[in-house]
């Protein structure tokens, strides 16, 4: 099955995927508020994502997704990163592991071409919670808590 040999060549290949989305937010112009970013900060969470995907993709309980991108969220938020920013990160996130795919996929059949798409959906699914949850934690964090 690709899809299932595909999330392990991801997962093996995580240091590398999260090398790359690393470098790109240092350099992109629409994530300025993480240029000066440790790298440290950000490759643990990037790289738990890569290299845990197909536990995150088979999970159908969001709480875990919820917990850790709206940490991602808060985190961002008292930092003073714009939203938009925030956004931008997890579009970069799936940006980059689907030019991996493509890069390495290599269907040659239509039934691993299909396979191929149906994890491109998946992974499609996944960064739409994802990006919910951090913008929700964002928000969270910018609104007040009332004390009893």
Known sequence: MLSALLIRVIETHAEELTRELLDDLG???????????????????????????????????????EAVYGEMGR????????????????????????????RTGSAATSVELHQEAELNLLIGHFFDKALYHSLRGYEGARTPT???
Request: avoid cysteine.
């Open 75 to 102: 985190r961002i938020h008292a930092a003073d990163t714009p939203a938009s920013e925030l956004i931008y990160v997890v579009i970069l996130m799936k940006e980059h592991l689907r030019n991996y795919i493509r």
């Open 146 to 148: 009332l004390a009893s």
């Open 27 to 65: 350099r992109n112009p629409r994530t300025p508020s993480f240029h000066s970013m440790s790298r440290d900060q950000l490759r643990s969470r990037v790289y738990d994502v890569y290299h845990n995907l197909g536990k995150w993709l088979a999970e159908q309980d969001e709480t875990h997704i």
